[in-house]
């Protein structure tokens, strides 16, 4: 089962506010992706770390989203200004570096549901 | 272990023509998503399934959990297809396995 941790399950902002959340990994993955899930249980890739480093994130994540994987702390992904459309399931993976990330199993969080009011 | 064998791991095809990546699963799965890495390293969602097929353009999907497999099948294929493409498969848990990728490459 995987034991990755996200803080808080839950968070509700108003539209233009910033939104936080947090991710432990599981112990010994260096790769941590983000992704957010829509209604349609689709998951859409946000952005992807290998220890401190960005390895990939969309154009979205780059203009409205903040992220980053500091050392001994928690990994955090930050709205800086919440839109209705931003409404999702934001999880968290982790997993060991394989290949080229991406390609081995990756463990989920619970994932953090945020409304956007 | 839960595995993920996606073939072909390298397709070449003419513009204009089509062909079909195949994910086989060694157990069962519970929804397969279909990515393309594409030349910024990002990775786009193409389609998410429990079950059944779903077409978009040119692309079309199927996923089989009682026969384990998944399909991405390719018509008309044009230059900008080019790329690397996944599936990820979704077991029962919190887990999702990625496939080995198979990389296109669309020429004139």
């Known amino acids: 089962n995987s034991k990755v941790i996200q803080t808080p399950r839950y968070l509700v902002k108003g539209q233009g506010q910033k939104a936080k959340m947090r991710c432990i990994p599981e112990?010994?993955?260096?790769?941590v992706f983000w992704y957010q899930q829509n209604k349609n249980n689709e998951f859409k890739f946000l952005i992807n770390f290998q220890n401190q480093e960005v390895l990939q994130q969309i154009d979205m994540t780059e203009k409205r989203f903040s992220a980053e994987c500091p050392s001994n702390s928690p990994c955090s992904l930050e709205i800086q200004s919440s839109e209705a459309g931003d409404s999702a399931l934001y999880l968290c993976a982790s997993s060991r570096p394989g290949q080229g990330a991406g390609q081995d199993t990756q463990y989920f969080g619970p994932g953090t549901r945020l409304l956007v009011l | 272990g839960d595995q993920v064998e996606q073939s072909p791991s390298a397709l070449s095809l003419h513009e204009g023509t089509g062909s079909a990546l195949r994910c086989n699963f060694t157990t069962t799965m519970r929804a397969v998503q279909w990515f393309r890495k594409n030349s910024r390293g990002s990775l786009i969602n193409l389609f998410y399934l429990a079950s059944g097929t779903k077409e978009n353009g040119r692309l079309k999907s199927a996923f089989d959990s009682k026969e384990r497999y998944s399909t991405l099948h390719i018509r008309d294929a044009q230059l900008e297809d080019s790329g690397t493409y996944f599936c990820?498969?979704?077991?029962?848990?919190?887990?999702?396995?990625f496939g080995s990728g198979t990389r296109l490459l669309v020429s004139p």
């Open positions: 112990k010994g993955h260096p790769v």
């Open positions: 990820a498969a979704l077991t029962g848990g919190y887990k999702v396995v």
